[in-house]
């Protein structure tokens, strides 16, 4: 709700399709900064805890959004300064969240996990923005914000009814020696590598046709606000049923070849959206694009997790935070500023055709792991 709502607020403050793309992007830069040394510090300290504290921040953000909105304050100088500061703390939580899930449910089951979490994600992506065009039609922007920011109690609530699931306080690493080990392991083995590589070229490339999504629905397809949640419910329920297939697979899916599969179909769902202006034509072709992003998603982040020894995990998952995350700035720059000068229509066009050389040429790499992403 509060995507879909900040992305249509900016829209309506500055009418520039760069600055839409600029506000996703500093709400990304400091995941750029900082997630490296989020994964360092999810591998030293208590996760659980860190968790709820970066959840109770987050939900402070969200609050001062709404007061700002309704009180008519809100300017976009304040919604880039409180992105600066959400992208902050996500640089920290991500890696906390990502490594927490195998402490819950151990190596076997974590292929299932990571796949049921993201079907929980992305079913938000249908419901979130079907509420949220429904409150911006009804009530106004600012009741997305203090929404989002009352269900944060539900995610902290649940954190703290936890037990006989939470580790102890987890590793200590020595100093310095913490990050560069990381650096060495995700860079210097070749399927990390690899799937890290083939994650950076999606995130710049391939999944930055959402934060241009009001732009495609405003300027190509010509709807307002309820289309643009219509698309992003499209793209949710893609992922879910994705997510919900991977969940179903489990320990019979093929790492490498889903990997493969899911680089092409979303490739061809994107540059294929670029040539329609049938609405339900592109809500079709997104919903493809959501269901093979998760598919390529799940599959990259358990076999990382999985192939990674158990005192790393953290630290990877920081690199994988910072490909997914932290190369979005570059992404939502280059398809803003095409946007805004070529056409949206050209920037979606080139996401699709990026993604599909880099699957081509990065994709076989992966075969390299051996057996599903359950074994150890």
């Known amino acids: 709700m509060q995507t879909v709502a900040q992305g249509w607020l900016v829209l309506q403050l500055t009418n520039s399709p760069f600055k839409v793309g600029l506000v996703s992007t500093l709400g990304s830069l400091p995941i750029l900064a900082f997630t490296l040394y989020g994964g360092v510090l999810a591998d030293r300290v208590n996760k659980h805890r860190g968790i709820i504290l970066f959840q109770s921040l987050m939900m402070c953000e969200a609050l001062t959004l709404g007061i700002l909105t309704a009180t ?5 100088a304040w919604v880039m300064a409180l992105a600066v500061f959400l992208g902050t703390l996500s640089a920290f939580e991500v890696p906390f969240r990502q490594s927490f899930v195998i402490e819950m449910v151990g190596r076997e089951d974590l292929l299932n996990a990571i796949a049921l979490n993201s079907s929980v994600f992305n079913l938000s992506r249908i419901i ?5 065009a429904a409150l911006i039609a009804a009530v106004g922007l600012a009741a997305c914000f203090f929404a989002n ?9 649940a954190f703290l009814s936890m037990r006989g699931v939470v580790r102890g306080e987890g590793r200590k690493v020595e100093g310095q020696g913490t990050f560069q080990e990381g650096v060495r392991y995700a860079m210097g083995e070749k399927v990390p590598r690899s799937l890290l590589l083939l994650t950076a070229a999606f995130s710049v490339f391939g999944f930055s046709f959402l934060p241009m999504l009001p732009v495609y629905a405003q300027n190509v397809l010509g709807v307002g606000a309820t289309g643009y949640g219509g698309l992003m419910s499209a793209v949710g329920l893609g992922a879910s049923v994705g997510a919900l297939a991977m969940a179903a697979l489990g320990s019979r899916a093929k790492g490498s070849t889903l990997i493969r599969f899911g680089g092409l179909m979303f490739s061809t769902a994107l540059a294929l959206v670029a040539l329609v202006s049938q609405y339900w034509i592109a809500a079709f072709l997104l919903g493809l694009a959501g269901c093979s992003m998760i598919l390529n998603n799940v599959m990259t982040n358990s076999l990382l997790q999985t192939q990674a020894p158990d005192d790393l995990r953290g630290r990877v998952m920081g690199f994988y935070s910072l490909m997914v995350l932290g190369m979005a700035p570059f992404g939502s720059l280059q398809a803003g500023w095409i946007s805004e000068h070529l056409g949206v229509r050209t920037s979606l066009a080139l996401g699709g055709t990026v993604c599909a050389i880099a699957t081509v040429g990065l994709g076989p790499l992966t075969s390299r792991v051996v057996g599903n992403p359950s074994s150890p």
Do not use: K, N
């Open 72 to 76: 008519g304050r809100v300017t976009v």
């Open 128 to 132: 979130g923005p079907v509420i949220a």
């Open 149 to 157: 920011a009352t269900s944060f109690l539900a995610v902290i609530i």
